[in-house]
């Protein structure tokens, strides 16, 4: 019974560490792309949230940490997005590494996944909320929502691409700690 409640305070206290690591990592090197937005080391720490604590744990830290990044940056419109996009980024992510042989291009293949959800959630979420905060008639502001909102495809390619270059090491070292850490 003691070491049910132990795992659950390790859970917890892992969890929190990792909506940590991801809310640091996205305020921290903030690199200007283009359409507006930035590269930052929180993608990194998206999908390090998959590979250690798996598909729900692991996707509610990615999520909870880079919403937290887009409110404390003012970007509060983009936060309840942020929270739905890095959830599933993270879940795909972490769905393909565990039913994966645990090589490398399984990593790969995942955060390849994750990161292409996370560019169209993103462009999805901006041509919503370009049309939401746009006056005019419905087609004509759907239609210019949508081809304002793909200025940020290759910012958000950018990203992920930095995110997932960033995680494949960091990745490798947090299998190793996993495998010779004391249960």
């Known amino acids: ?37 930035y590269l930052h080391m929180g993608d990194s720490m998206v999908f390090l949230s998959a590979v250690v604590l798996g598909k729900r744990r692991g996707a509610f830290a990615a999520a909870v940490g ?5 409110m404390f940056g003012g970007f509060y419109i983009w936060a309840p997005f942020t ?11 972490a769905v393909v590494i ?8 399984v990593y790969v293949i995942g955060f390849v996944l994750g990161g292409a959800f996370m560019v169209i959630g993103y462009f999805i979420a901006g041509g919503i909320i370009t049309a939401i905060t746009t006056n005019g008639a419905l087609k004509t502001v759907i239609v210019g929502a949508f ?37």
């Open 66 to 70: 880079m919403a937290l990044v887009d």
């Open 1 to 37: 019974m003691e070491s049910s409640s132990n795992i659950k305070s390790t859970d917890l206290v892992l969890t929190g560490l990792m909506i940590a690591l991801v809310f640091i990592a996205g305020n921290i090197i903030k690199i200007p792309t283009v359409g507006g937005g």
């Open 83 to 93: 929270l739905v996009i890095k959830y599933v980024m993270a879940y795909i992510a």
């Open 147 to 183: 081809i304002t909102s793909a200025k940020d495809i290759v910012g958000n390619i950018l990203q992920a691409t930095f995110g997932i270059v960033v995680a494949l090491p960091l990745s490798a070292v947090a299998v190793k700690l996993k495998k010779h850490s004391v249960a």
């Open 98 to 105: 565990r039913n994966g042989s645990g090589k490398r291009i």
